[in-house]
């Protein structure tokens, strides 16, 4: 039974990239029997070598063309990857110069883009996907990507409400608003986007020690500057008078969502 030079070629680039990660980076890579559009698994390790349980998947093209730099790619499979929550990087090995470039199939975050056909997609690698010791801090932000794009819609969506919670104030302010549901939207909206805080808190934890809070810290003081600023428009307006019961208890969750709020407690 003949090996081909393709599969003496493909094997070569699996073996070499297992290789060049476990030596050059000091990260398990572990190779798998079934071929399913992933040929390997990357295990993310911090600084100490321990493993933070997040992993990289490897799709990887072995070459001898010197002058390759790019992969195309069947839109089943790149549909397939972006379906499965482990982020997919391409890797592209050419075995004769022993060099290994890497890219991940999302561009800058989203999705790519197919070619003007609809059917394929191509991949293009230059000098700055070449694999190296440099990118160790780019690959473990790259191994958050599904956390770090779930912080980012929630805090999007924070931000967005307390923008509005903070322009709908200063309009009101020093006007006297009789409607009492008026100011119970305002109560619903506040408390909607402090139960999301608390939940983006929640995954932020997970991943602050590896990449940082992901702008959370901002949205929170955005979440208490609209906070504060509702206060101030309910005192003026003598809110109090007709609702003291419901001012009562949104001054009480104000204290309680504080604390459990801030990154820091």
């Known amino acids: 039974m003949k090996y081909a030079n393709v599969n003496v070629t493909g094997d070569a680039g699996e073996y ?3 290789y060049f990660v476990t030596h050059t980076l000091g990260w398990p890579c572990r190779l798998l029997d079934i071929d399913i559009g992933i040929d390997a698994q990357v295990e993310i390790l911090d600084d100490k070598s321990h493993s933070t349980g997040q992993f990289l998947a490897v799709q ?40 290994v470039y890497i890219k991940s199939i999302r561009v800058n975050g989203d999705d790519p883009s197919p070619n003007t056909s609809g059917e394929n997609y191509k991949f293009r690698f230059n000098r700055s996907d ?12 790259l191994a958050y990507a599904t956390e770090i794009r779930c912080i980012e819609k929630i805090l999007n969506s924070v931000n967005s409400k307390c923008s509005e919670i903070i322009e709908d104030c200063n309009m009101e302010e020093g006007i006297k608003v009789e409607d009492h549901e008026h100011y119970l939207d305002f109560i619903s909206d506040i408390r909607d986007v402090g139960g999301q805080l608390f939940n983006c808190k929640e995954l932020v934890l997970k991943v602050r020690s590896q990449v940082g809070d992901c702008g959370y810290a901002e949205s929170y ?11 101030y428009l309910f005192d003026r307006a003598d809110y109090m008078i007709y609702n003291p ?17 801030a990154l820091d407690y």
């Open 130 to 141: 070449l694999l190296s010791v440099s990118r160790i801090g780019e690959l473990r932000l």
């Open 221 to 231: 003081n955005l979440f208490m500057r609209a906070r504060s600023d509702m206060s």
């Open 16 to 18: 070499y990239f297992a």
């Open 60 to 99: 990887i093209k072995g070459t001898r063309d010197r002058e390759k730099l790019s992969i195309d790619v069947a839109k089943k499979h790149v549909d397939y990857w972006l379906s499965i929550d482990i982020p997919v990087l391409l890797a592209l090995v050419n075995v004769d110069r022993r060099t």
């Open 245 to 261: 019961s419901e001012m009562k208890a949104f001054n009480e969750d104000y204290f309680a969502l504080n604390s459990k709020l």
